[in-house]
């Protein structure tokens, strides 16, 4: 019942760094500066401040959504944390990590979502999110090109187990690799694999400070291969795969609409903010280019130091 859907589960991320190879070891390395260049632009609000700011008017803050002990939550924040800045048509999670399938299916639910049929896919996002798709769909066509989902349904919402899976799909291979390698030991690959997925999450950002890396082609963080389960902007149904994402007339069109790429090295990966261009820097985003294609991320000095120069 669940395996077909598996079989066709494919990363938004997997290809992107095939067709853009520069950011191996992104989090440890400078990137190459040439092809990076951040915006000139006026300087950018804080991250937190937009984020206390855009929280308060949902009547929460940064607390509730990501408790402050808690360092894997933060950085998840930092990474992926521009759908919490969005247009308050729509909702963004009540947290940073989802723990379990029904905390997910409350949110979904809560929120809701519409579905669309493109091609033979059926996606589903929140029913601004897809307003703006259609429109930006649209707009494409009348120009002769298309906005169609990357490897089928799973390019729009996912839920808390498919997150898990993907997950696990970079993990496992990356432990039977390192302890090939000599870097990890029998006993510390079947304490991890033994470990409740939040240790696991905060265990493999602590190896890979060390070089020992679980993405897929395993030179960089896990978090520009795979969301950490229960993270996914797609659980949030704010996000988008687009197989055309090579094209710049496509990536033009959907961030007329509100659709931007928000996580560094998923090039296929679009979220919806529902925001102007324009007014990105003052809600606490900051822009870097890298090989011609805009990333929006949280303006937080020092997460990426090679961006940082
Ligand atoms: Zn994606």
Request: aromatic letters at 8%; glycine letters at 4%.
């Amino acid at each position: 019942m669940y395996l077909p859907k598996l079989i066709s589960l494919v990363l938004c991320s997997t290809v992107a760094s095939a067709v853009v190879p520069l950011h191996e070891n992104m989090s440890t390395h400078a990137m190459t500066l040439n092809s990076i260049r951040a915006s000139k632009d006026s300087e950018p609000t804080p991250f937190y401040d937009a984020l206390a700011k855009a929280l308060k008017k949902r009547k929460t803050k940064i607390d509730n959504l990501c408790p402050p002990s808690d360092p894997v939550a933060r950085r998840i924040l930092e990474e992926y944390g521009a759908i919490f800045l969005a247009h308050k048509k729509v909702t963004p999670p009540p947290v940073c990590i989802f723990t379990t399938e029904e905390q997910v299916t409350r949110f979904q639910n809560a929120a809701g979502f519409e579905s669309e049929v493109i091609g033979y896919d059926e996606i589903e996002l929140q029913p601004e999110a897809l307003k703006k798709l259609n429109k930006a769909r649209e707009e494409a066509q009348k120009e002769g090109l298309d906005i169609t989902p990357r490897d089928g349904a799973e390019a729009a919402r996912r839920n808390y187990e498919e997150s898990v899976i993907l997950w696990n799909s970079r993990f496992q291979p990356a432990l039977d690799y390192w302890l090939s390698k000599g870097r990890l030991t029998e006993e510390q690959v079947a304490r991890l694999r033994s470990l409740p997925l939040a240790q696991q999450v905060a265990e493999v950002l602590e190896l890979e400070k060390t070089g020992v890396y679980f993405s897929k082609d395993l030179s960089k963080s896990i978090l520009y291969s795979i969301a950490a389960p229960g993270t996914s902007q797609h659980i949030a149904m704010l996000a988008f795969d687009v197989t055309e994402f090579e094209n710049p007339r496509v990536r033009e069109i959907m961030a007329k609409h509100g659709w931007f790429q928000t996580v560094l090295s998923d090039l296929p990966h679009f979220t919806f903010l529902g925001l102007k261009e324009k007014d990105l820097p003052k809600n606490g985003l900051r822009s870097v280019e890298i090989n011609g294609q805009m990333f929006w991320i949280p303006n937080v000095p020092g997460i990426h130091p090679g961006l940082d120069k």
